[in-house]
Each structure stands twice: as C-alpha cells, then as structure tokens.
C-alpha cells in the first residue's frame, strides 16, 4: 500500500482502522510499516483517497486464502484477521485446534442426546475459503454407542451482530438512537426488556456500510468480553464488559431493578402496607399507586384520593415516562409524581412511601391537616420493606448475545446438498455449536443463531476487513445422517478423544 502525502491530511482514520496496528502518523502523515499485510483496509476508509495499491510485482509473503480479502503475510507476521501466521514460508493457524474436553466447563452439563456436543470445536481450526473445498476438520467417532460426525470451520460471517443487555434502570437513550463508537455508527438502541436497556451492534447494513470496519471490531471485542467505550448518541456515554457492571457516564449502578413498579407491588404489597397507607413505585415504564392495585386492595390497602400526573394503564399501574430522575422517570423530587390529592378521601395522618423497583432512593411522607405533605423518616417497617426489595434485586451486569447467518455458501464445506443440512439443523438432525457453546437456532428458513458469548471459551472470535466477523461453528450428526446430505466422506478422519499436549500460548 502507498501513500499518497500530498493527499494525506493526518486524519488518522487508517490508524484506528488497521486490523494489524501498521500504521502511524510521522510528521501529521500516514506511514505503513513492514507488519502491512494488503488487507486494504486503509484503503478503504481513507476520506481522502490518499491510500493506493502499489506495484503488485513487489509483493512479498505468501497469499492467504482463509477469507475474501487474500493478505499477503510476510515471514514472521500475521495476517489482518490475526488468526495465520507466515512461518519459514508455511501458513499456521495460531491457536491449535481445542477438543471439546478442553471447553465443556463453559458450555454447561453434558446433554443425554448423541449429536448434541460436538467431538471436536471450531476453535482453532481454520478456514477453507473458498467453501467448495471440504471445510478444515470433518472428524467421527462413537458417541453413546452411536456413529457420530462433527465437521468444524471457523466461517467469515457479514450476517452478523450482537446484542448487548445492560441491566439497568438508568436512562442511556432514546429508542432508536445510534451507537456511536467515537464518531462512526455501530448500532443502535433497541426496545428495552425487563430490567435492562439493549443495544444492537452490527448487522450487515452496517458491517457492510462505509463504517464497517470499526462495526466488526466492535462485535468481535465485545464477543470476546473485552472493554469497550461506546456514545449514545444524545444519551449517555457508556463503558462495557461482558460479565462485568457497566458505567454509565462514570457512575456504576449496583443492580438492575426487582421488577416494574406493579411487579414489586405484587411482590412486597404485605411488607408496604405494614410500612404506609399508600405506596408508590416510581418506574419509568409502569409506576405502581399501592391503594389502586390489585395486590394492595388484596392486602387491604384503603383508597388514599392520591393522584398521580402518569397517564393511567389500569388501577393501581400508571405509565411512567423516561429521565434522570427516581426509577429512570423525570420525577427528581418524590412529591413531583403526585398531581393532586382528593382531601374528600384522603385521611390526616396517612403515611405515604415514595420509593423505585430498585430501593436506591425512598422518603415517607404525612399528610397534614391542611392537606399539605410533610416529609418524615422513614420507620423500621419502611427500612423492612426496602431492605428486602434491594435484596431481592440481581446485579447490575452486562451480557451479549452473538448472532449469526451460517445458511450460505459455508455448507458446501460440510455436504454436497446445502439445503438437507439447512432442513437437518432445523429438524434437530444436526446440531450447530459454537466454539462447543449450546445456540438457538432462530425458526423460519436458513440457518440464523444466536449463542450466549459467556459460554463461549476464552477469545475465539474474530474479525476480517472483508468486514465480516469470524466465528468457530460445529456441526455434528449421526453418520448415517451425514451420508443422506451428501457428506464429505472422503475428508472424515477418525478422532480419538486424548489429553492434549501442553501447548504454549
């Protein structure tokens, strides 16, 4: 690749970009060093043009064909995926191939059916790109006395994203606002589910959009449960880690909530009425009003004449609205959720807790006899109630889910008939993995998974500036099964399960 440097502006957009960290900017320009494997990447996102393929007869190293983009690694380097390495003229595959023995501690209890752990992982094993060729491993042995096949690749897939659940009441964002990774789209905010904000990362829109190349960095370093630094765009600044609480512009929640405000009436409404006369629940998706709902009037809660200025679901469940504010809704101040109180109904004396699904924030209140509220302090009961509400709330934790496309021209790797192992898979016949970790196989046509990445050993996904993310998949099938698809017989191999040898990372 050259440079251009009277185009050159010192942008620095290659240097982000370069898979291989080949490129530094030497007097506000861009300079390549001898790592450089022509993946083209810089190429590719260079705004200005200023990047350009050289005199092709100058080429060193050996033409890798593990993925559309054919580096050229040079003795010693690796090439942009990070996965082949030019050794002495020969082209290794870093990482050894791992057999499930090594992997099952994180893919859970062995399942009773036959197919349904793999013989051997995709992890490691390489690529056969193009897939007209058997894929790299295709290996039988018995499996509770039956004649079993598992057939490995690790497959370049732009059909591919991730989902990411942030369990959190805090507000990041609107609906549909974009993820930013500094200033490049990689996703955007999706609907909220119980408890948690989520984030979709990738796709192939944007995996093959001009920001593509950071959008594949993103799902593999996420898939590999590193840190990443990501912008809502109008919303909040986050840090996540697979495993690990997030930080949501710096501050650290400690647990997701117990459940919506109605759901923790129906949980705690003994402990509440023992507390108070009246308990709301401040949620930004449904707030609860103790004396109208269904669990308080079980508990025998009296009506209280407390309004609340929520848009009203059915008694006792009001629909809350987003903000910084208590339960992730724009009330700051407790009293700011009551619009008025009905003095007809409500009773001097009567004891009002004002609290969200998380406990983190809770007040008491009395009602005066000129119908004024005033704050008090919280009693034992109260100290009761919230206790066990904060208790009964899991921690604040990031997870992600890696989806995949796996129904195109890969399966020519694994059979001659494509579409009986798309039939097969959906029919329970073959079972696909990742990396030895159980998936869901998504229902309708093609072959569409997803795979918890935590149950995924170690950091075996990767990403290729085609862009494309790459992932380790299995799939395993009695014989007999394999024959009637078309398999690849003359490629199976025997495997003997075995300790490895010790192999130096």
Known sequence: MEVDLEKCVGCGICVQDCPLGAIRLKKKRAAIDD??????????????????????????GIQCDACPIECRIKDGNLGAC??????????????RIHPFSEVKSTVGPDPAEAIRKPLITGIGAGTTYPDCKPAPYIVKAKQHDVDVVTVVTEAPLSYSGIMVKIDTDIPIGEEGAAVMAGKRKVGLVVTEQYGSKMLSIGGVNLLTGRDGMVVARTITDIANKKPVKLKIDGGSKLELQVGQPPLIDGMK?????????????????????????????????????????????FVGAKPSGIRLKFRKSTPGRYFGDHGKGWGGTSVVHPLDVIAGIDQKVARPGMRILVTETTARNAAMFELQKDGRLKEISLNDAAGKVLDAICSSCEPSLVSAVYMGGAGGSARAGVVLY??????AVHQAKAVLTVGGAPTFILPGGGINFMVDVERVKGSFFYWTPTPATICPIEYTMGLRDYEEMGGHLQAMKPFEAREPAPVAD
Not at 273 to 284: M, P, T, V
Not at 418 to 423: A, C, D, F, N
Request: proline letters at 4%; charged letters at 25%; a neutral charge.
């Open 82 to 95: 990070q996965r082949y390495r030019n050794e002495s003229g020969r082209l290794v595959r870093v990482t």
């Open 418 to 423: 494509p579409i009986k192992l798309t039939r």
């Open 35 to 60: 790592r450089c494997s022509q993946c083209g990447a810089c190429m590719r996102v260079c705004p200005e043009e200023a990047i350009t393929v050289g005199d092709q007869s100058l080429l060193e």
């Open 253 to 297: 929640p400690d647990n997701m909530r117990v459940g919506c405000g109605s759901a923790t009436l129906g949980l705690f409404s003994p402990l509440l009425k023992e507390a108070a006369d009246e308990a709301i629940i401040l949620d930004s998706h449904l707030t609860g009003l103790m004396s109208e709902h269904a669990a308080g009037r």
